[in-house]
């Protein structure tokens, strides 16, 4: 069975604060003398599902188009339970549990159940969703060098609840280390609760646009059952 672990984009989806959304406008219309429909689409490039490169907060970071490939196809997927409230990190004590098969992934999928506030309450979604501590993001980048990418059902890799974004960020993304860890942020995780699904593959394909630290993001999943 394959399913979608990501959003369709929506301009009502919830943003970062204070960040752009999509917006779409219709160019041509078939009517009259137009054969055809055509939009523009204004796209900022962290709406929706979107796969956070280094260069988003490294400096010397490499963007989104200079990846290699094994950022966007993983034959090895690790996916754990780690619930959370509004506002709650996810620590290296959430991890700790499942470091055997952390240890073999290069994908890592963390859920925490949050996927489910979207639709009811995207406002508490946008503005207190949980978060990757800090120490969580060193324990990472120190103790899995398989692990090439985290993805999750909360909004961002930091939480809008409090000022830790950026430093998780920076640890991710290879400031303080040769090892990077990239961040699918936004993911839509609700099929992996159906009971006894084992995913065997996943593809994350980002929009490859030449220039751009971080893109959106189609990521499909090929399950089967456990």
């Known amino acids: 069975m394959r399913t979608y672990l990501s959003y369709m984009l929506d301009p009502k989806d919830p943003v970062w604060p204070g960040e752009p959304n999509i917006e779409i406008t219709q160019c041509t219309e078939i009517k009259g003398e ?11 490039n962290h ?8 260069w988003h907060f490294n400096p010397n970071g490499v963007k989104i188009s200079e990846l290699p490939m094994e950022y966007f196809w993983f034959d090895n997927v690790a996916v754990i339970d780690a619930p959370k409230g509004p506002a709650e990190g996810v620590e290296p004590k959430d991890l700790e549990p499942f470091k055997e098969e952390i240890a073999k992934a290069q994908l890592l999928l963390i859920k925490t159940g949050f996927a489910f506030v979207r639709e009811r309450d995207p406002k508490l979604y946008q503005t207190k969703g949980p978060y990757i501590s800090p120490e969580t993001a060193s324990y990472l980048v120190a103790n899995y060098p398989n692990l090439n990418t985290i993805g999750f059902d909360f909004l961002s890799i930091g939480s809008p609840a409090n000022t830790l974004s950026a430093e998780t960020h920076r640890t991710l993304l290879g400031c303080h280390s040769k090892h990077f860890i990239t ?3 936004d993911m839509d995780l609700r099929p992996l609760y159906e009971k006894q699904v084992k ?3 996943v593809i994350a394909a980002p929009l490859r646009i030449v220039g751009l630290d971080s893109s959106q993001v189609s990521v499909i999943a090929e399950l089967e059952k456990a």
């Open 183 to 185: 961040g699918i942020e």
């Open 47 to 54: 709406c929706g599902t979107h796969y956070d490169g280094p």
């Open 34 to 44: 137009s054969q055809y429909n055509s939009f523009l689409s204004n796209l900022p």
């Open 199 to 201: 995913v065997k593959h």
